[in-house]
């Protein structure tokens, strides 16, 4: 009943992110408490609902911010539910950390946060395999496409070293380590490559190589920058990532459970 329940509420949020939805709203779809709802989400997703719900409007805003460069920000801010340009940008900054108008100089939109997958999304014995381990099952079937495309091409798997130490700093901080640790992924991707999320602090580069060769580079060059800082409120924080590359190998169709399990596999032998 509360992975039903939790099931409801995720597509509750995501049919409403043009919508200026509240977390009482959600539980009222749910059929459920507020209190009932929020304690949920916290146990299995860490985070509330309004912060889930935040995440997932800015991370669509931004794509719209680099891939429609015709919109104003002020219609992408009332097209996401908000009434002024200034609440827009706050909640922008909040997970982006820059304005829109910068973020749109910059255009570097990547993966930030998927969409969570639900318990009814995956098969039981994936739901055993991932959901009941604790673990965040990110939606990134937008790429299943080019991973059948790309079925023997490299894929350069990451892991935050230390993340909770860092979490305990701030939560802004270990926020600004995700994306510090994507940048560095980003910046070491060739132009056809794509970097997305895949767990809390766990992220994949799917390369266009079937060269083991052009990985591995790759991976150089993110390793080469373990030990360098981020600047969080003037105090400069380490931040080293674990680095590993694997590849698919199977022409069949590709379920979750098994990309999943592949990737982090890899980043497991990198420790």
């Known amino acids: 009943m509360k992975l039903d329940l939790l099931a409801a509420a995720l597509e509750a949020i995501e049919n409403n ?65 908000y009434g002024s340009n200034e609440a827009f940008s706050r909640a922008f900054k909040q997970v982006w950390h820059c304005n829109p108008k910068d973020f749109r100089k910059e255009n570097r939109y990547f993966g930030l ?11 039981k014995n994936e739901m055993e395999d991932i959901y009941m381990n604790g673990k965040r099952p990110f939606d990134i079937s937008e790429l299943y496409d080019l991973f059948t495309e790309r079925k023997n091409c490299w894929f350069v798997c990451c892991d935050i070293m230390n993340l909770i130490p860092i979490n305990e700093i701030a939560r802004t901080a270990g926020d600004i380590a995700i994306l510090e640790s994507m940048s560095r992924m980003n910046a070491a991707a060739g132009e056809d490559d794509v970097v997305f999320r895949i767990g809390g602090d766990e992220f994949a580069l799917l390369t266009a190589s079937e060269d083991r060769q052009y990985a591995e580079e790759i991976a150089k060059k993110i390793t080469a920058q373990n030990e360098q800082t981020f600047t969080w409120n003037d105090r400069e924080i380490p931040l080293s990532l674990y680095v590993g590359i694997t590849r698919l190998e199977q022409n069949h169709h590709i379920k979750y459970c098994d990309l999943f399990t592949t990737l982090h596999t890899s980043i497991e032998k990198s420790k």
């Open 17 to 81: 992110l043009t919508n200026d939805i509240k977390t009482s709203d959600i539980a009222d779809t749910c059929g459920c408490s507020k209190s009932t709802l929020e304690k949920l989400f916290r146990c299995i997703n860490h985070m509330s609902v309004h912060d889930y719900v935040v995440r997932r409007k800015m991370v669509k805003a931004a794509r719209m911010i680099t891939e429609q460069p015709e919109l104003g920000i002020l219609e992408i801010a009332l097209s996401f539910g």
């Open 113 to 123: 946060f998927p969409r969570l997958l639900s318990p009814s999304e995956l098969e």
